[in-house]
């Protein structure tokens, strides 16, 4: 009697992974082939994308009927973005610079997922982009917001005020120092991180006297600037002479040009800014958040309208001769700077 031989068991067809496994699986291999290549190592990036992924996929799965990766459309992502309050802005909406970067993700990830799966490309993020052109060039230099600078009456009132830390006043010398550092933020194009790296061989002088008037600046490199000389406007240089002979007269040690201590500490961001802040608002000036680089970007500027070259003022105020395109937005009209 022959015997009933089992039927070998036959597997079961595999089931296509759900909504949320897609979008996790999509973002998943994008993000192991960036960090293969070498694209994607910092774990700060790697967060910010993680982060937009998810309200992404949130708002795509959350709606009636979910989107997919695959039905996703030009609309869809227009209504996401329209969706995507709570970021970045006082208004509570996306920044374009945000948006772009969060549209290019979504562009990389679709492309990567139909290679990986031979499907045709989704190209809706793409096309979102082509018909935002406000979005696609938002990281554009012509994008970038315009330098805010002094007017002649605020410049003329700030060196004013500044000037009375001469000779004929009695001040501390922390007072000499803050109004001498601002001074040369003015004076000479000075970033806030110039001012606490300046040692006491920084300073040039006519013929090299130690008692003619300093007229430009060695300004020591670092990780965002190379080392470069700038000028010193005349009567920044005097109160920087003025400096120097306090600095003497009160014994202060080190070789930094405006120490913290008597002991010569290097003067610390928290402290430099709140003097440069007081110095401002003592002044009269609006000394809101990012307020002292009002004075590097008028240096910039009444350097352009005095002639000089771009590029020697790019090279004055240590960056990239194309970033100068923000200033000349400015002019013309040509503005009256002191």
Partial sequence: MPVDTPAPDVAAPSSPPGPVATFAQAFETWLADQRGLGLLSQDGSVAVYQDMWRAFMAWCLGQSPAVNLFNLELEDLQAFKAARFGRKTSDLS???????????????????HAARTDAPVNKAAANWLAANPDIRYADASHADPLPDYLS???????????????PQAELSWQEVRNRASVALQLGAGLTPGDVRALT?????????????RPWKLHVPG???????ETPVAPWAAE?????LTVRADSGLEGQYLFPSTRTGK???KPSQYE????????????????GSFRL??????????RGTSPEEVARWLGIEPAKMKRYERVLPPVIDVV
Avoid: C
């Fill in 200 to 212: 006491l061989a920084s300073v040039i002088k006519q013929d090299g006297h130690a008692r003619e």
């Fill in 266 to 268: 290097q003067w610390q």
């Fill in 296 to 305: 590097r970007h008028t240096f910039a500027l009444r350097q352009l309208q």
């Fill in 94 to 112: 996306l920044t374009p610079r945000y948006a772009l970067r969060l549209m290019r993700l979504i562009d990389r990830v679709l492309r990567h």
């Fill in 239 to 243: 109160l920087l002479r003025h400096w």
């Fill in 152 to 166: 002649t009456d605020e410049a003329a009132q700030l060196i004013a005020y500044l000037s009375e830390a001469g």
């Fill in 275 to 290: 003097r440069a802040r007081q110095v401002l608002e003592a002044a009269g000036m609006n000394s809101g958040e990012g």
């Fill in 222 to 228: 670092n990780g965002n600037s190379p080392a470069r």
